[in-house]
């Protein structure tokens, strides 16, 4: 080998250091030639030190230069001496490091003293944050490389420059240098570093608040470096950090807790990942995995002399124990440790560890941990004007808990509304209604004292604002999705044709490890483009308590809320020109009522012995308690909490006898009275599969013959979709599939697979108003702080005015009486409610019949 491509070996090892390292050990330590010899030593010192064994390379760099000093070249000993010093920096040397670097930097000019300007640029900004002499140093870099034709050299300043310039606040400069290093490292062939690259974009995105874009860039930098069999651990944590961001702790923890398996790893990645499962698991509320995770990457990091990180984790297992044991002075005192070490190393989480100590500090009750609560309170409330708007709210939270030890209840909930607004513009921002639901778990703590306080200042009117406040907002605010992208057309099509693959195979009992696993790559995919959808922009508006008087005086209607306080239920009961506050009593005795309901109700559509009175009369107390006395034969509307939206109403005592309805949100109802149709077209849809074939359909459309009705071989997701789009009324007889693992991928099975819920969300109208007569169509997943995601949530969220579906196991038989009642009143003009009242009616006298009308709800109007 020459000298000519032993250089171009140094000069390109990063595109396959193995391969570089390989090729120097066989062909350049041997060769007699001291400069090639050099070279061979010095790349194995550097794919050495990248694998973290430190002392090694050092030992090969070391006699890298003294062969350096052999040759004939003066300019080969600066260039091993520079990496050396770079070496040096990176075992934890920096200073000794640097004054290697310095020494070559002054023995070289022109591209040789630009790369070794690019290495010490390296050291002072990655390794010592001195970012202002890192960016120096990579202009005059870019300089001395200007029309020298090194690209690999030229792009890796560009790649340093942005890294810098982000860290100085400088993000467009960053974004440009970023896209530069890509466009270099493509003419290049450098692979990896164009997955470098846009990674590094997409750190930028995130760090300008561009979630969408951040996770877009994040997953399309992991597919390039998957391609290339590689797992880059830095990418893996930026992208749990954008995750945890929109509130996908259980990607986060995923993403994490897989890439600690992926390879083996140096023990600086470990510690890195294992911090990041601690984080992620506090998030995914698995205390146990969040304490165990951080104990050990805080052991790791210690043993690395990394101290500021090792805070960072001593913080997660403080929260975590905080979490599972009664908090103790022992506790405190390991708190007050992590706030004052992370005040001094100026670290961005430390108004996270000044509130969890605040809120230790509280726990303790003696004098000194009450002054070390409002210190720090009002140490966090500084944050309120930080530029990123989680940490903005972060800030607005310390002020209220603060405000709230001191009693003043009107500045609680005004910095409450503060804090919530910064969240809700960072929620305005995000495109995917999964992303905007599962997000607002950040603004729970801010909800939960907000509603507090507004439930101690005795005002029904104001606790009914607060009980609003941050309930269903993904829903209030329409859905901007759109057409669907050619791409995950196509996915989605083959997501059909997979599930059909897969439904075949366990008919005939084959093997379907394969089918599943192609299923769950196209879901992966699908859901990965919906995230990075952008929002409107456009936030919830308030809840108007006048406006919503007032409609409900025109409607001769009542609207109870339900909201849980500290794990007391309360209803606020708003009608007849006034809103009045009760106390129901335990949320738990609430949700034990539930349950108890569904299973009477699927015990009853069985055809076995249930006492649907006693499980009603039950409801009524846990639910509702005295909060309907003196509503005289007002229609009612339910808005009960996340947890509470798979109540079988009309099988309470009294509400069995009146109009019904329910909502996830007293403003989602003000929407869906206002909306109207634009069409008078009728569709009655029936899948395949159904017991009873869906025999209510040809009953329902005989007595309507305006009905399109669309069945069999028909009925497939594209002329389903046509015929959904703008409907007055449509009636779905078809099974419903509801995924509690992926709520976005419940379905309805249709003649060519699955009609998806992110099929429903690209119509052009929405239907106005949609009957699912199939069993358990109406289930919901609670998520995040008083979301709700599904089918019916789905179809709200688009502007479809109601939805009537049922909440447990229903009769084939049975339904078609109740579905042909239902359309009977509805084609007399009466509005949902009243027509599922008319189906409780007909159905009275026969348990199976009232026990599958009494299954059915109606969500919206």
Not at 498 to 511: D, P, V
Not at 644 to 671: F, I, K, M, Y
Not at 712 to 739: K, M, Q
């Amino acid at each position: 080998m020459d000298r000519a491509e032993a250089d171009e070996v140094l000069r390109t090892l990063f595109t396959d250091p193995a391969a570089a390292r390989a090729t120097a050990e066989s062909e350049l330590v041997p060769d007699p030639d001291p400069y090639l010899a050099s070279i061979g030593h010095q790349v194995v010192g550097i794919v050495l030190r990248d694998l973290g064994h430190a002392d090694r390379a050092l030992a090969e760099l070391r006699t890298a230069l003294r062969l350096a000093r052999r040759c004939d070249d003066a300019e080969r000993w600066p260039e091993v001496l520079a990496t050396y010093g770079a070496t040096l920096a990176m075992a934890r040397r920096a200073s000794e490091g640097l004054r290697h670097l310095d020494r070559a930097a002054a023995a070289l000019d022109g591209v040789p003293r630009g790369r070794v300007l690019v290495r010490r640029a390296l050291v002072t900004g990655h390794l010592m944050a001195r970012f202002e002499e890192s960016a120096a140093d990579l202009r005059e870099a870019r300089r001395l490389f200007a029309g020298a034709g090194d690209e690999v050299w030229e792009a890796r300043a560009l790649n340093l420059e942005g890294l810098a310039d982000a860290k100085l606040g400088a993000l467009d400069s960053a974004a440009e240098a970023f896209e530069r290093f890509e466009d270099l490292s493509v003419r290049s062939g450098e692979h990896s570093a164009v997955a470098t690259a846009r990674h590094n974009r997409g750190w930028v995105s995130y760090l300008r608040g561009d979630l969408p874009e951040a996770l877009e860039a994040y997953a399309d930098a992991r597919a390039q470096f998957d391609a290339l069999g590689m797992t880059n651990v830095d990418l893996v944590l930026d992208q749990a950090t954008s995750y945890l961001a929109g509130g996908l702790a259980s990607d986060a923890l995923a993403v994490v807790e897989q890439a600690l398996v992926a390879r083996p790893l140096l023990a600086r990645e470990r510690a890195d990942l294992l911090v990041s499962v601690a984080e992620s698991a506090l998030a995914a509320r698995d205390w146990e995995r969040a304490a165990s995770a951080a104990d050990e990457g805080a052991s790791l990091m210690r043993a690395q002399s990394r101290h500021a990180p090792s805070l960072e984790a001593d913080l997660f297992a403080t929260a975590a124990r905080a979490e599972l044991g009664h908090p103790s002075a022992a506790l405190l005192r390991r708190a007050e440790r992590v706030v004052t070490r992370m005040r001094e190393a100026r670290m961005p989480q430390l108004p996270q560890a000044l509130l969890l100590g605040a809120r230790l500090a509280r726990a303790v009750r003696s004098p000194r941990a009450a002054a070390l609560a409002d210190a720090w309170l009002d140490e966090a409330s500084g944050y309120r004007r930080a530029p990123h708007r989680a940490v903005r709210a972060l800030g607005w939270l310390a002020l209220a808990q603060r405000r709230d030890a001191a009693g003043d209840n009107g500045g609680v909930l005004r910095a409450c509304d503060r804090g919530l607004r910064a969240l809700d513009e960072h929620q305005a921002s995000l495109g995917s209604h999964e992303l905007r639901a599962l997000m607002s778990g950040h603004g729970a703590a801010l909800a939960e004292l907000g509603t507090r306080t507004a439930l101690a200042s005795g005002d029904p009117r104001h606790l009914l604002q607060w009980s609003e406040r941050w309930r269903a907002n993904a829903l209030v605010v329409p859905s901007t999705a759109g057409a669907q992208d050619p791409e995950t057309a196509a996915d989605l099509a083959a997501l059909r044709a997979q599930h059909q693959a897969l439904a075949a195979a366990r008919a005939q009992g084959e093997r379907t490890d394969q089918l599943q696993a192609r299923v769950t790559r196209l879901e992966q995919a699908v859901r990965r483009r919906l995230l990075n959808a952008r929002g409107s922009g456009v936030t919830a508006s308030a809840l108007d308590v006048g406006e919503l008087v007032d409609a409900l005086r025109a409607d001769d209607t009542v609207l109870v809320e339900l909201t849980e306080v500290d794990g007391v239920l309360h209803a606020l009961v708003a009608g007849r020109g006034r809103v009045q506050h009760h106390e129901v009593g335990p949320a738990a005795a609430a949700a034990a009522a539930v349950d108890f309901a569904l299973f009477t109700l699927r015990q009853a559509a069985r055809g076995r012995r249930a006492q649907l009175d006693v499980a009603g009369a039950r409801l009524q107390r846990a639910l509702l308690g005295p909060s309907l006395d003196g509503v005289g034969e007002s229609r009612v509307v339910v808005s009960g909490t996340s947890s509470l939206q798979g109540v079988p109403w009309g099988l309470l005592p009294a509400l069995a006898d009146r109009p019904v309805t329910s909502t996830p949100s007293a403003r989602l109802w003000l929407r869906s009275r206002s909306a109207a149709a634009d069409t008078d077209r009728r569709v009655m849809l029936v899948g395949p599969g159904l017991g009873s074939g869906g025999a209510e359909v040809p009953a329902i459309a005989t007595e309507d013959p305006r009905a399109e009705v669309l069945g069999g071989d028909r009925a497939t997701v594209a002329a389903s979709l046509a015929a959904l789009d703008g409907a007055a009324l449509v009636h779905v007889a078809a099974h419903g599939h509801f995924r509690e693992d992926s709520p976005l991928f419940s379905s309805l099975t249709l003649a060519d697979g699955p009609l998806l819920v992110h099929d429903l969300q690209h119509l052009a109208r929405p239907p106005h108003r949609v009957v699912l007569s199939a069993c358990e169509s109406g289930v919901m997943a609670p998520v995040g702080d008083q979301e709700l995601l599904g089918l019916a949530a789905a179809l709200l969220s688009m502007g479809t005015a109601g939805v009537v579906s049922s909440l447990a196991e229903v009769d084939d038989a049975a339904t078609v009486e109740v579905m042909v009642a239902l359309h009977a009143a509805l084609r007399a003009g009466a509005g949902l409610g009243d027509a599922l009242l008319a189906a409780r009616q007909v159905s009275a006298g026969d348990q199976v019949l009232a026990a599958t009308a009494a299954s059915f709800t109606v969500l919206g109007t």
